[in-house]
């Protein structure tokens, strides 16, 4: 009998952390029994760098999933496959909202499996009402000054209206 997995990642940049977010972090907390929300340094996807510190992403993340038995926060920095064996994590889990996710989670993955093949990847389709949102767009209607409170916990959206302030 193969080992089960019992400790997954949910990892990302979260910068900052929606309701999208959320919802995945949620179903892999149903499907495991342990859940670390992987923090990224990370320049972003187009390695240009981020709207919030590490610091800043992390504790905003901690305040808007509140306390979850059996789901932490943690930062990490270089490669998740190295987080992921010094947390002792069994698999990664992601959301793909479209099928624009697809391609890029598929690359991810692919690495990923290269760098460690026991490392699993396993994908959760967000719900439907979250298929859109991510982090970028929250921050480019934010940016404008609009209302972000149906994508964000009021935490984050509070943080935006101070980081967006003119
Ligand atoms: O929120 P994102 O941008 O989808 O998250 C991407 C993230 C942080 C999960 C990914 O960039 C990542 O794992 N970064 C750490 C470096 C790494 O291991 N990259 C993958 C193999 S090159």
């Not at 991810?108 to 490392?119: C, E, T």
């Amino acid at each position: 009998m193969p080992d089960t997995i019992q400790h997954v990642l949910v990892p990302g940049t979260f910068d900052p952390i929606t309701y999208g977010h959320i919802d995945v972090v949620k179903r892999a907390r149903r499907i495991c029994p342990l859940v670390t929300v992987a923090v990224a340094e990370s320049l972003g996807k187009n390695g240009v760098g981020t709207a919030f510190s590490l610091d800043e992403r992390v504790a905003l993340a901690r305040e808007a999933l509140g306390e979850i038995p059996g789901v932490e926060v943690r930062p990490f920095r270089g490669l998740l496959v190295d987080f992921a064996r010094e947390m002792g994590a069994d698999a990664v889990v992601k959301g793909l909202r479209a099928m624009t996710d697809f391609e890029y989670e598929l690359q991810q993955a692919d690495l990923n499996y290269r760098l460690d093949n026991h490392l699993e990847s396993i994908f959760v389709m967000s719900a439907p009402q979250y298929g859109y949102i991510s982090s970028s767009v929250v921050r480019q209607i934010a940016s404008f000054g609009g209302d972000v409170s149906q994508l964000v916990t009021d935490n984050v959206a509070e943080a935006l209206r101070r980081r967006y302030a003119v």
